[in-house]
């Protein structure tokens, strides 16, 4: 096989490597990330309940004030009623108190229910502050265990590039800039093997004359649809041979 083939076909694999740094340091983050964002969303929550709750004490100071206006009004009624001169008079007071009765008890009765929403609330801020405390623990602990897999990711990386150096100052420049040429666009489809004589990039069958030339790999050969860089893989060169 052609010299610059091997090493274009290694310095692919090795560009490959370094591109799969990042998502790998993405998937390391992706547990803490999760936990962080999960006691940011409670956080959230609980500041929202907070805020509710305290707009129904705000109902509930309405409502009692507007209760003590209408017991003020039933004793006014009372004293009325000690007055009264005849039967129309009696009656008109007798429905302005059924009416303010029946207001208290609405009253009271939303005095009851926001009550018992506001109790709910802080239930439900009781349970998300014991979570967000023992996610706390898990997230120090996440902290932990991504510090120790970044670090040896990062040697990886210094191993990786250290080696992708070496390589480059091999490659003559011409080969090189060609490589890299094909790799702006084709990423780390720049280099692809020969599958049951087509290319592994574009999947498109190759004529006999290129894929002649690619299994003898005296030069560096393209595939003649998407000009990515192709090599004869050792398994398919020996069913080739057979």
């Not at 929550?45 to 009004?73: P, R």
């Not at 000690?82 to 029946?102: G, P």
């Not at 990711?153 to 080696?163: C, D, H, I």
Request: negative net charge; charged residues 35%.
């Amino acid at each position: 096989m052609n010299k610059h083939l091997v090493q274009l076909i290694d310095l692919a694999e090795v560009d490959k490597s370094i591109d799969s740094f990042i998502p790998k340091e993405d998937e390391i983050n992706a547990g803490l990330n999760r936990l962080v964002t999960k006691q940011n969303e409670n956080s959230e929550t609980m500041a929202t309940l907070n805020d509710n709750i305290e707009e129904n004490k705000l109902k509930v100071s309405k409502s009692e004030a507007h209760l003590a206006e209408l017991k003020a009004k039933l004793e006014d009624i009372d004293e009325k009623s000690n007055a009264v001169r005849n039967e129309k008079e009696m009656k008109s007071l007798q429905l302005e108190e059924e009416i303010a009765k029946e207001q208290i008890t609405f009253a009271n009765d939303e005095i009851v229910r926001i009550d018992t929403i506001s109790t709910a609330k802080e239930e439900e801020i009781a349970t998300l502050t014991q979570e967000n405390s023992e996610l706390d623990g898990k997230i120090e602990e996440a902290k932990v265990a991504n510090e120790k897999a970044l670090e040896s990711l990062e040697k990886e990386k210094k191993v990786a590039f250290k080696s992708k150096e070496k390589m480059v100052g091999e490659v003559p420049q011409k080969v090189l800039s060609f490589y890299q040429k094909v790799r702006r666009w084709a990423a780390n489809t720049t280099v692809v093997p020969v599958w049951k004589q087509s290319c592994k990039g574009c999947y498109m069958k190759l004529n006999d004359r290129v894929y002649s030339e690619v299994i003898r790999s005296e030069e560096i050969n393209t595939c003649p649809s998407c000009g990515r860089i192709l090599y004869m893989p050792k398994e398919e060169t020996s069913e080739v041979v057979a």
